[in-house]
């Protein structure tokens, strides 16, 4: 369990040759590592492309922090802090209702998704004999 007060990095995007060595090695130039994980299939034991990082100090999770961009072996690193209950944080930006559809106006019936263009059945049934659409 992570210690209070010490936050965890989410690491995503990871190529699926990183294991936990590499990845230790290389977030170990920001600061002292604690803890690190990598995720694997379990029937197949290629990674799941992501893992999670624990600093021993808050200064390795600030230092980690500062650097924008992570790049491991060609692939730029998806790089998030993890709050308590060991969810990805998110800016209020980020955050999507998949719920919540946009309604079309235009036609006032409050349905979601855009407007369908209106085709007529006998323009269908022309164009399919060669007939020209009136």
Not at 17 to 36: C, H, M, N, P, W
Not at 48 to 68: D, H, K, P, V
Not at 107 to 115: D, R, V
């Amino acid at each position: 369990m992570a210690a209070r007060g010490i936050p965890r990095l989410f690491v995503g995007n990871l190529p699926w040759t990183i294991g936990r060595k590499e990845l230790r090695d290389y977030f170990s130039q920001f600061g002292q590592i604690q803890a690190v994980n990598v995720y694997y299939d379990k029937e197949t034991g290629v990674s799941r492309n992501f893992g999670f990082i624990q600093f021993g100090s808050r200064e390795g999770y600030l230092n980690s922090a500062r650097e924008t961009n992570h790049f491991l072996e060609g692939n730029r690193l998806t790089v998030s802090d993890m709050n308590i209950a060991g969810s990805v944080l998110r800016t209020p930006n980020q955050k999507q209702n998949f719920r919540e559809r946009p309604t079309n106006s235009s036609t006032g019936s409050g349905q979601t998704g855009a407007k369908r263009p209106s085709t007529n059945i006998s323009q269908i049934f022309a164009t399919s004999k060669g007939d020209p659409v009136v």
